[in-house]
């Protein structure tokens, strides 16, 4: 674990240790790296080596006067992995996978494959729900929590929800042909109570070409936590097997040569 620059700002980062290929997590928003390396992380780290590093404004990184971007997201990813050095698939969820998306759309060279876990390609992909209210024990608890870690304090907690909630209103806006520009081989993963509308999960799997999809039953927007071992599951078989998949009776995909 340390500080390193990202495009001249101090980002808390951590580089796994062992041999294999590269995975680089991406975490949500009002959040960090940790909740991705709890669950999925610490599962992978025995075959891959996992790293991630915690965005501008989330967990031990430092904000900065700046809205939120998705863009600006992807371009701090971008610098993480220049200075990695190494290509590496990419596991995000919510925010950290709409960034995996612009990231394999602008750098396809910096990335093997991609899971995008809870994604939405549009504000109206996602259900109603209400803000996170900045006020009363709910965010007191969370603005707690937050100062734990940020450099910034607790009291910098409701500028953070602030711009969070106004990108949700306002990003991504990702159309079909941007994600069907996508040469990554990705898989879409949900929850089937997922806060990402279930058709719009579906619209995401239909644009990319060649890109797997699980829906996991049971399950909401924190499937990862909810089902770590099975999420995981999932995902090393997607990392591990053959692109496209082989499949015996194919629909949409190439069929098999017979034997």
Do not use: C
């Not at 190494?86 to 612009?102: E, K, M, N, P, Q």
Request: net charge neutral.
């Amino acid at each position: 674990m340390t500080i390193v620059s990202l495009n001249g700002h101090p980002t808390w980062v951590t580089v796994g240790r062992t041999r294999g290929e590269d995975v680089v997590l991406l975490h949500g928003g009002l959040s960090s790296s940790a909740s991705l390396r709890r669950t999925v992380g610490r599962r992978l780290s025995g075959s891959y080596r996992v790293s991630a590093f915690d965005r501008r404004g989330h967990g031990r990184t430092a904000d900065t006067d700046e809205p939120f971007h998705y863009d600006a997201m992807a371009t701090e990813t971008i610098a993480f992995l220049e200075w990695l050095g190494r290509r590496a698939h990419l596991i995000g969820h919510s925010d950290g996978a709409i960034t995996g998306l612009l990231v394999a759309m602008r750098r396809p060279d910096l990335v093997g494959r991609l899971v995008a876990v809870g994604a939405n390609t549009h504000p109206d992909g996602l259900e109603p729900m209400e803000s996170f209210a900045t006020e009363g024990p709910m965010f007191e608890a969370w603005a707690t929590e937050f100062g734990l870690r940020s450099p910034d304090g607790t009291g910098h907690a409701r500028v953070v929800v602030e711009k969070t909630m106004r990108l949700f209103r306002t990003e991504p806006n990702l159309t079909s042909a941007e994600l069907g520009s996508i040469r990554v081989a990705t898989l879409v993963m949900a929850g089937d109570d997922d806060s990402t509308r279930l058709e719009d999960t579906i619209g995401l799997y239909r644009a990319i070409p060649e890109a797997q999809l699980a829906i996991v039953p049971g399950a909401s927007h924190a499937l990862l936590k909810e089902y770590p071992r099975e999420t995981t599951a999932l995902i090393q078989r997607f990392l591990r097997g053959p692109v496209p998949p082989v499949t015996l009776s194919p629909v949409h995909r190439t069929r098999p040569e017979s034997p």
